[in-house]
C-alpha cells in the first residue's frame, strides 16, 4: 500500500512538472502583455463611434472612387473607424460588420501606413477581436505597394492602404468549390463598408484589383495560404 502511494505522489509531481514547462515554453512562443491578454507590441485602437453625422442613404449618393488626395496625414481615430467598418465585430458572438458565409470570416485585413498621426509607418495587422493592430514589418511600404500594384501612384501617395487578403480554405472546408465564390462576395461587402465609411469621415478610397499576386504577398509579408483580393488607398478629398 506505502508503495503505491509513493509511485502515486512520485507521478503526480512528474505531471505537475511538465505542465509547469509546457506553459513556461508556450509564453516564451508568444508573450503576452499585461493588459486584456493582448500580444506584446499590440496597439489598441480608438473605440469606433457607432453614430455619424452622414445618413446611409447620402453616403451611397456621394460614393465615388477616388484617387487623388490632401498631403495629409490621418487621425488613428479615423483608422479605428475605418478598419471597424471593414470587419469590426459587432455582436457578443463575433458577428462582424460584414456577412461572411457560415460566419466563417475567410478574410484579413492589413493596414500599410505612411502618414497617421500617432502610428509609426509600417505594415499591421488588424485584429477584431479586440480592435487591436499587430505589427507586422516597420518602415514606409507604400512605393513597393505601388510598384506590385502596377505602378498606380495613387497607393503610394495616399497617407494609409488598406489591403484584404483572405485564406480560402476556411470557407471552401464547409462549402467546397462554391466557397471560392462566397469569399469573393464577402470581399465586395468589405470594400462597400470601407467606401461608405470614408464618406462619412469626409475621406476618399478606391478598390484596387489590378496588382501582381506574389508581389503583393511579398511586400507585406502574407503566409502561403493568403490571397490577396484588395488594395484600398484611403486620403484626405483634395
Known amino acids: 500500500m506505502r508503495k503505491r502511494l509513493i509511485l502515486f505522489v512520485v507521478v503526480l509531481c512528474l505531471v505537475v512538472a511538465l505542465g509547469v514547462t509546457f506553459t513556461m515554453t508556450m509564453r516564451g512562443k508568444r508573450p503576452v502583455s499585461p493588459v486584456a491578454g493582448e500580444p506584446a507590441g499590440a496597439i489598441q485602437l480608438p473605440e469606433p463611434r457607432l453614430k455619424g453625422p452622414v445618413s446611409v442613404e447620402e453616403a451611397l449618393l456621394r460614393r465615388r ?6 498631403d495629409e ?8 473607424q475605418l478598419l471597424w467598418a471593414a470587419q469590426g465585430i459587432t455582436d457578443p458572438r463575433g458577428y462582424r460588420t460584414a456577412p461572411s458565409a457560415g460566419a466563417l470570416y475567410p478574410l ?20 477584431p477581436d479586440g480592435h487591436y493592430l499587430l505589427p507586422v514589418a516597420g518602415g514606409d511600404r507604400r512605393a513597393e505597394l505601388a510598384a506590385a500594384a502596377l505602378g498606380q501612384a495613387y497607393v503610394r501617395d495616399a497617407p494609409v492602404d488598406l489591403v484584404l487578403s483572405a485564406i480560402p480554405e476556411r470557407t471552401t472546408k464547409r462549402y467546397g468549390y462554391r466557397g471560392i465564390q462566397y469569399v469573393h462576395m464577402e470581399a465586395g461587402h468589405v470594400g462597400q463598408n470601407v467606401h461608405l465609411q470614408a464618406v462619412s469621415l469626409g475621406l476618399g478610397t478606391v478598390m484596387i484589383g489590378a496588382f501582381t499576386d506574389e508581389r503583393v504577398k511579398q511586400v507585406m509579408n502574407l503566409s502561403k495560404e493568403e490571397v490577396p483580393l484588395y488594395i484600398m488607398p484611403v486620403g484626405r478629398l483634395p
Request: hydrophobic share 40%.
Open 65 to 70: 472612387s477616388v484617387r487623388e488626395y490632401k
Open 73 to 80: 496625414p490621418l487621425t488613428l481615430a479615423e483608422v479605428s
Open 108 to 127: 484579413e485585413l492589413y493596414l500599410v501606413v505612411g502618414r497617421v498621426e500617432g502610428l509609426s509607418a509600417g505594415i499591421y495587422h488588424y485584429i
